[in-house]
């Protein structure tokens, strides 16, 4: 069972793309962002990153696709960092893969291989979360595939923060939990077999469904997903630009008497995870899958909480979930309390 999975596709709006080299083992590498556009109010940011050669020598089939993407994908804000030569370079724009207008950017779309994982990071005593979606390959749309924007994607794991409605300032509600989400990985190497966690705040927003349907969801989510229960949830990542009134106080007026208080037009950028649809999992479901074994989830869990607490102990610390630990039991004979 996939529990981590999404499909997206969109016009590419921007691309970053920094080469550097390992200092320690002497092996260039890749990092490339490509923001596409999905919607006028949505944009998405694939994260890639490959080494030029994998552990057996042989040219990384990941790294010679991001160099095509570097020489070839065309998009509205272009960039290339090149810190082999000089570690202190700078971002330049790329003419040759600069264009002017959106039919002329390259259409790219990942069918598979796409998942969501969280950044953390301290700021001011506090932890911070951006999510972020990541991806092996994309492809390029040729000129006869259909050029439609989508983003679509599904999690599968454990409810850990039972629903809860709240309410905004303007009275609209929406609903918020946190889903556990286990990732098998098989032993290779002298890697034992584990499984990594990542815990993902939900949330419900009544823009993502059809006029009276909203009300019966929140319903449906508070009354049927319990703490410590397995289900599925189709997900959209949403970063939208939301347009504000900043109130600014003018305290260098001397015309008149009393504050002059005036409203400025600002930005500010939503970030959320929202929910679309879900349902929960039978047992017989998830039981046989390893992502849920009982001792491989629950050293996870702890690993997961203690790289928290380290980082509350370090404020200069991130914590982004990439591998696993903990060691298997052949037949604990136990089995997860949902």
Same mark, same amino acid.
């Given at each position: 069972?996939?529990?981590?999975?999404?499909?997206?596709?969109?016009?590419?709006?921007?691309?970053?793309?920094?080469?550097?080299?390992?200092?320690?083992?002497?092996?260039?590498?890749?990092?490339?962002?490509?923001?596409?556009?999905?919607?006028?109010?949505?944009?998405?940011?694939?994260?890639?990153?490959?080494?030029?050669?994998?552990?057996?020598?042989?040219?990384?089939?990941?790294?010679?696709?991001?160099?095509?993407?570097?020489?070839?994908?065309?998009?509205?804000?272009?960039?290339?960092?090149?810190?082999?030569?000089?570690?202190?370079?700078?971002?330049?724009?790329?003419?040759?893969?600069?264009?002017?207008?959106?039919?002329?950017?390259?259409?790219?779309?990942?069918?598979?291989?796409?998942?969501?994982?969280?950044?953390?990071?301290?700021?001011?005593?506090?932890?911070?979360?951006?999510?972020?979606?990541?991806?092996?390959?994309?492809?390029?749309?040729?000129?006869?595939?259909?050029?439609?924007?989508?983003?679509?994607?599904?999690?599968?794991?454990?409810?850990?923060?039972?629903?809860?409605?709240?309410?905004?300032? &303007?009275?609209?509600?929406? /609903?918020?939990? *946190?889903? =556990? %989400?286990?990732?098998?990985? +098989?032993?290779?190497?002298?890697? #034992?077999?584990?499984?990594?966690?990542?815990?993902?705040?939900?949330?419900?927003?009544?823009?993502?469904?059809?006029?009276?349907?909203?009300?019966?969801?929140?319903?449906?989510?508070?009354?049927?997903?319990?703490? &410590?229960?397995?289900?599925? /949830?189709?997900? *959209?990542? =949403? %970063?939208?630009?939301?347009? +504000?009134?900043?109130?600014?106080? #003018?305290?260098?007026?001397?015309?008149?008497?009393?504050?002059?208080?005036?409203?400025?037009?600002?930005?500010?950028?939503?970030?959320?995870?929202?929910?679309?649809?879900?349902?929960?999992?039978?047992?017989?479901?998830?039981?046989?899958?390893?992502?849920?074994?009982?001792?491989?989830?629950?050293?996870?869990?702890?690993?997961?909480?203690?790289?928290?607490?380290?980082?509350?102990?370090?404020?200069?610390?991130?914590?982004?979930?990439?591998?696993?630990?903990?060691?298997?039991?052949?037949?604990?004979?136990?089995?997860?309390?949902?």
């Amino acid at each position: 069972m996939v529990t981590n999975q999404l499909r997206v596709a969109g016009h590419l709006i921007s691309k970053n793309v920094r080469m550097g080299v390992n200092q320690e083992k002497k092996k260039n590498w890749i990092m490339c962002d490509l923001t596409l556009r999905i919607s006028e109010t949505q944009t998405i940011t694939l994260s890639m990153f490959s080494n030029e050669f994998t552990s057996t020598g042989t040219k990384s089939k990941s790294y010679t696709a991001l160099e095509t993407i570097r020489d070839t994908y065309k998009s509205l804000d272009s960039t290339i960092t090149n810190k082999r030569v000089n570690p202190d370079a700078q971002a330049e724009k790329d003419e040759a893969t600069t264009v002017a207008t959106l039919e002329e950017t390259t259409f790219v779309y990942a069918n598979r291989g796409v998942t969501i994982g969280m950044n953390r990071y301290m700021r001011d005593g506090e932890i911070q979360e951006n999510f972020r979606l990541s991806v092996n390959f994309v492809n390029s749309a040729k000129e006869t595939d259909p050029k439609e924007p989508f983003l679509e994607g599904t999690l599968i794991g454990v409810v850990t923060k039972k629903p809860f409605r709240f309410e905004e300032p &303007n009275g609209e509600e929406y /609903v918020k939990f *946190e889903l =556990t %989400v286990p990732t098998y990985q +098989s032993a290779w190497g002298d890697r #034992d077999e584990s499984v990594v966690v990542d815990k993902f705040e939900l949330v419900m927003r009544a823009e993502n469904f059809e006029e009276g349907e909203f009300e019966g969801a929140m319903d449906f989510v508070e009354d049927e997903f319990d703490e &410590n229960m397995v289900i599925s /949830v189709s997900i *959209e990542p =949403t %970063v939208k630009v939301v347009a +504000s009134q900043e109130p600014v106080e #003018d305290t260098g007026s001397k015309r008149g008497f009393g504050r002059k208080v005036e409203f400025k037009p600002s930005t500010r950028t939503v970030r959320e995870i929202r929910v679309l649809g879900g349902y929960a999992l039978e047992e017989d479901e998830y039981a046989e899958d390893k992502a849920f074994d009982f001792d491989l989830y629950s050293k996870a869990v702890e690993e997961f909480e203690r790289k928290l607490e380290e980082m509350k102990a370090d404020q200069g610390q991130t914590f982004q979930v990439q591998k696993g630990f903990g060691n298997a039991k052949k037949d604990s004979g136990t089995k997860l309390p949902f």
